[in-house]
C-alpha cells in the first residue's frame, strides 16, 4: 500500500506503549508522515529495540523516553525530557506537544470469582488511572488544536466474557474521553478508538492465558470480516482521528472491530 500522508509533518507526538502492539505501529505510521515522534514505556531493551526497527522501517529518528505511566512522577519526568529535547532541537524557549495518544494498557483474563484487590489494582492503574496521570502530565504542553487519542476497547463499549476488570477499566476510558472532550474544548480533542481483537504480544499472552479455553481460530470466526485485526488497521484509525484535517471530532468513541460490535 502506498504510504499514507496524515498531515502531522513537523509535528510532536507521544506515544505511550509506543514501543510495541498498536503503539508502535502508530509510532511507525506517525514517524512515517514527518512526525517528531517520542515514543513510552517501561522496558528499556523493548524501547531500544522499538527505535532501532521503527529507524529501519522509516528512516526516521523515534525517541525513547522511560517511562510508568502509574505513578505520577515518572508521567512528569518524561514529559519534562521531551519539553527539554524540543527546546534543545529548535533553539526555543518553549516546548509543545500537538498529539497524545494513550495507548499503554494491560488485559487480565480473569473472572470476578478469582479476582483479588491486587489484581484490581494493577489493572485500573494501568489503564484508568496511568491514561488520567500521563494526560495530565502532557496537558500543560498542549495548546490550541493539540489533540488527544486514548485507546480503549469494544471491552469498553460491549460486555465480554472472562475480563470484568478489564472491561471496567476501558468502560472508564471511554468515560473519561468524553468528560475531556467537553472539559478541554475548543482548543484540545479528545477521542477514544475501540479495537477489538488485534495480533499483538498482547492477543498473544491473551491466548496464552486463555490455557486452551480458546483459540486464536475461535476469536476469528466470531468475526463478521472472519479474522481478528492488524496493528497496523488500528493505527490507521488512530492516526486519522489525531490529524489536524479532522477538526470537527471530538469526544467520539469509534469502534475498529471487524465488525463484532455491529449486531
Ligand atoms: N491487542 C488487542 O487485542 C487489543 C484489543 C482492544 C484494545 N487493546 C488496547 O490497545 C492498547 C495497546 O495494546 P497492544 O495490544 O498494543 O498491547 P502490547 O503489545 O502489550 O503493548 C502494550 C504497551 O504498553 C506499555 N505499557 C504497559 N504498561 C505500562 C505502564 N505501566 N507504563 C508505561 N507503559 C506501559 C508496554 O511497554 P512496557 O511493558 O515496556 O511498559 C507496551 O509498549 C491497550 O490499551 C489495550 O488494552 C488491545
Known amino acids: 500500500m502506498n504510504k499514507l500522508n496524515y498531515g502531522c509533518k513537523d509535528l510532536v507526538v507521544v506515544i505511550s506503549g509506543g514501543t510495541s502492539g498498536i503503539g508502535l505501529a502508530t509510532a511507525a505510521k506517525l514517524a512515517g508522515d514527518g512526525a517528531r515522534v517520542y515514543i513510552l514505556g517501561r522496558s528499556l531493551a523493548r524501547g531500544e529495540a522499538a527505535v532501532r526497527q521503527l529507524a529501519e522501517k522509516t528512516g526516521q529518528q523515534v525517541v525513547f523516553v522511560p517511562c510508568d505511566i502509574t505513578s505520577a512522577g515518572s508521567c512528569k519526568e518524561a514529559v519534562i525530557k521531551i519539553s527539554e529535547y524540543e527546546k534543545s532541537l529548535l533553539q526555543k524557549q518553549q516546548a509543545r506537544i500537538d498529539i497524545l495518544i494513550n495507548s499503554a494498557g494491560i488485559y487480565a483474563e480473569q473472572r470476578l470469582e478469582n479476582m483479588t484487590e491486587q489484581d484490581y489494582g494493577t489493572v485500573m492503574d494501568t489503564n484508568v488511572k496511568g491514561t488520567l496521570l500521563l494526560t495530565q502530565a502532557c496537558l500543560p504542553l498542549m495548546y490550541e488544536g493539540g489533540s488527544i487519542v486514548n485507546i480503549a476497547s469494544d471491552a469498553g463499549v460491549n460486555g465480554n466474557y472472562g475480563c470484568p ?35 499483538t504480544p498482547l492477543l ?30 488500528i493505527a490507521h484509525a488512530i492516526c486519522g482521528v489525531a490529524a489536524p484535517a479532522n477538526s470537527f471530532m471530538t469526544g467520539s468513541i469509534i469502534t475498529v472491530d471487524g465488525g463484532i460490535t455491529a449486531g
Do not use: F, H, W
Open 165 to 199: 476488570v478489564y472491561c471496567a477499566s476501558k468502560g472508564a476510558v471511554v468515560a473519561l474521553t468524553r468528560a475531556l472532550a467537553l472539559d478541554l474544548a475548543p482548543a484540545i480533542r479528545v477521542n477514544c478508538i475501540c479495537p477489538a481483537d488485534v495480533d
Open 204 to 233: 498473544a499472552r491473551q491466548l496464552v492465558d486463555a490455557n486452551g479455553g480458546y483459540t486464536l481460530a475461535d476469536m476469528a470466526a466470531a468475526y463478521p470480516l472472519g479474522r481478528i485485526g492488524r496493528a497496523e488497521e
